[in-house]
């Protein structure tokens, strides 16, 4: 598990370093048959979103879909982004939620801590904060949050049941999850998703659909879904994932 997380860092680390330079694909190589610059990374988003946000951000956007859309952000509320990396949709988050809201972000890398923090000081954003620490250990208080969203990060943990509890915990009673993932079809067992990819590469580490719905409900997560958007690989979708946490 630590050598798998060391990994995972290590390559975020390089991509920051060299901001976007030829670190695709959730830093991890080829993705399959489809061109990786139309799968993973920030031609995902509405190019109008990204005015004003920093091309340092967008060069390391490595994630597999557009989350601060699907989790349908609001004025007000206070989100947090699982592996914020360079900052884009901590940014891209902020300005949903308008100085009335605050985005969270957290990150166990060094380096894309230090660039998204000036990052965000290009953007000139003042309703942001990233913290440094792992996904299965959230630095933030119990019902903190409003929404947590993610892009093509949980899929890297080596503790998923970990990383659940925890967006359980921080969210507020009602609070959701907005999540993008690379996901595998269910008849897809762990060897074959190895085959696929690496982990690293968003691809060896990946649940299945069913997994992941049963991880939520394990959680305590009600009104879940995991739907499938675009194919990574053979068998493997980038998918938006949705939860709620249930009322007190």
């Not at 991890?28 to 139309?38: F, Q, R, V």
């Not at 994630?63 to 891209?92: H, K, M, Q």
């Not at 060094?110 to 309703?127: F, I, K, P, S, V």
């Not at 009600?222 to 949705?242: E, N």
Request: hydrophobic share 40%; aromatic share 4%.
């Amino acid at each position: 598990m630590a050598d798998i997380r060391e990994q995972v860092r290590e390559k975020y680390a390089e991509a920051a370093r060299q901001v976007g330079g030829d670190a695709g694909c959730c830093g991890g190589g080829s993705c399959g048959p489809t061109d990786e610059a139309e799968i993973f990374g920030a031609a995902l988003y509405d190019p109008t979103e990204l005015t004003g946000i920093p091309v340092e951000a967008q060069l390391v956007s490595l994630g597999c879909g557009n989350p601060t859309a699907v989790a349908e952000l609001r004025t007000g509320e206070r989100v947090l982004d699982l592996g914020s990396g360079g900052g884009i949709d901590v940014l891209l988050s902020a300005k949903r939620v308008g100085p009335t809201g605050f985005a969270h972000g957290v990150d166990m890398t060094d380096e894309m801590l230090e660039l998204a923090r000036a990052n965000a000081e290009r953007a000139g954003a003042t309703n942001v904060a990233f913290h440094k620490g792992t996904i299965e250990d959230l630095p933030l208080d119990d019902a903190s949050v409003d929404v947590v969203i993610s892009n093509c990060v949980v899929n890297l943990s080596p503790d998923k049941p970990a990383v659940l509890g925890e967006v359980f915990r921080v969210l507020v009673p009602g609070g959701r999850v907005g999540i993008s993932d690379v996901v595998a079809e269910d008849h897809l067992t762990t060897e074959q998703r190895a085959e696929r990819g690496s982990y690293v590469g968003c691809i060896a580490g990946a649940l299945s659909r069913q997994e992941y719905l049963d991880g939520l409900a394990t959680a305590g997560f009600v009104d879940t879904a995991v739907t499938f958007t675009h194919q990574v690989a053979d068998g493997m979708h980038g998918a938006i994932v949705h939860a709620r946490k249930p009322e007190a």
